[in-house]
């Protein structure tokens, strides 16, 4: 009964209600399937979410326009992040030397105050640290220390950030 339940979440939202141009009934649906997320958060349209009880938002946090957040492995984002258009984080992945092309799914954790820009790829089994920076198009396969910058295919360290991190993203744009 679970599995028809968290079924028919993943359609309902991403066939649906994902194109409804209001955060609180995305945010709504989104906790009704089992999202745990926070206060001030914001995801906004076209973003796709695959195993919805299994995603985590802190608070203030900004997702932006077409994101996919496969949480089936665990996604769990802190507080104040912000991650902008097209980026895609991908818990499973297939086996493959495996006969029958077995997959599994693997966690991603992201903390808090970091920022994802556009069009990154953020693979299974990753943690991204407090305040870290992923550029424009990065392929992330492996953790980010807090505060590291990286970008590239491969994403490499390309900076240190120095931020006191203490701002707070709220963006809530009418629409969006």
């Known amino acids: 009964m679970k599995r028809i339940w968290d079924r028919l979440g993943v359609v309902h939202y991403n066939f649906f209600i994902t194109h409804m141009p209001f955060h609180w009934l ?14 001030d958060t914001s995801v906004f349209r076209g973003t796709t979410v695959l195993g919805i009880d299994k995603l985590s938002i802190g608070e203030s946090t900004v997702i932006s326009f077409r994101c996919l957040l496969d949480a089936r492995g665990g996604l769990t984002i802190g507080s104040n992040v912000v991650i902008a258009s097209d980026v895609h984080f991908i818990t499973g992945t297939h086996l493959p030397d495996s006969d029958t092309f077995e997959y599994e799914l ?14 990154a790829t953020v693979l299974p089994d990753v943690t991204i640290g407090r305040g870290a920076v992923v550029g424009a198009t990065s392929l992330v396969r492996s953790d980010v220390a807090d ?27 009418p629409f969006f």
């Open 106 to 119: 693997l966690p991603i954790a992201v903390g808090d105050y970091a920022w994802i820009a556009s069009r």
């Open 26 to 39: 995305r945010l709504w649906t989104l906790r009704i399937w089992g999202a745990k997320i926070g206060k």
């Open 147 to 173: 505060m590291e910058i990286v970008a590239g295919v491969p994403a490499l360290v390309r900076g240190i950030r120095e931020s006191a991190l203490t701002y707070r993203p709220k963006y809530k744009p």
